[in-house]
T-cell receptor
């Protein structure tokens, strides 16, 4: 079972920052937070991951709370092409561990 | 383009047919995965191969038979499928199964008639 909880859907205006929350209250000390997204009928795409420090790459920023029980994925300037289902996943980084997908958040970018 | 290629992209097969799905990656990855995505359901992990050995089999019916002849290729052999097996089948690869990000193919849309 997925160890994360996400809202089923969200809307965001084009050009604005999209902030996608994720709760992972049972996260273990050795588990990372990963984000993937799936654009309609395509394979999931890796976005970003982190352990406890905030992370940023060319696609997004990941903010993890100090207690690590929740995180937020930030798309700084959302475009219509960011419309997708976004998945938040927790998994261990240094041993065999499955990538288990939950239901994710369906993000609609509004023109 | 993720570097993971799946063929065919679409497949229609009868319940008595035998077909195979193919996945290929040249990313230097040594772990490969099969996922199933049915309509309006989360992705379900089916099989995991690490260094060409199957390390995970999530109670998948025997009508699905995976094969990993080398670290670059993964097959899913299908026989006597049911209409409820119609779904998007996704292949992924990663460097090891322990935490590196996975790269997914575009999937094969399978319809069983």
């Amino acid at each position: 079972d997925a160890k994360t909880t996400q809202p089923p859907s969200m809307d965001c205006a084009e050009g604005r920052a999209a902030n996608l929350p994720c709760n992972h209250s049972t996260i273990s000390g050795n588990e990372y937070v990963y984000w993937y997204r799936q654009i309609h009928s395509q394979g999931p795409q890796y976005i970003i991951h982190g352990l406890k420090n905030n992370e940023t790459n060319e696609m997004a920023s990941l903010i993890i709370t100090e207690d690590r029980k929740s995180s937020t994925l930030i798309l700084p300037h959302a475009t219509l092409r960011d419309t997708a289902v976004y998945y938040c996943i927790v998994r261990v980084a240094w041993r065999d561990d499955k990538i288990i997908f939950g239901k994710g958040t369906r993000l609609h970018i509004l023109p | 383009e993720t570097g993971v290629t799946q063929t065919p992209r679409h497949l229609v097969m009868g319940m008595t047919n035998k077909k195979s799905l193919k996945c290929e990656q040249h990313l230097g990855h040594n772990a490969m995965y099969w996922y199933k995505q049915s309509a309006k359901k989360p992705l379900e992990l089916m099989f995991v191969y690490s260094l060409e050995e199957r390390v995970e089999n999530n109670s998948v019916p025997s009508r699905f038979s995976p094969e990993c002849p080398n670290s670059s290729h993964l097959f899913l052999h299908l026989h006597t499928l049911q209409p409820e097996d119609s779904a998007l089948y996704l292949c992924a690869s990663s460097y090891g199964t322990g935490g590196s990000e996975a790269f997914f193919g575009q999937g094969t849309r399978l319809t069983v008639v």
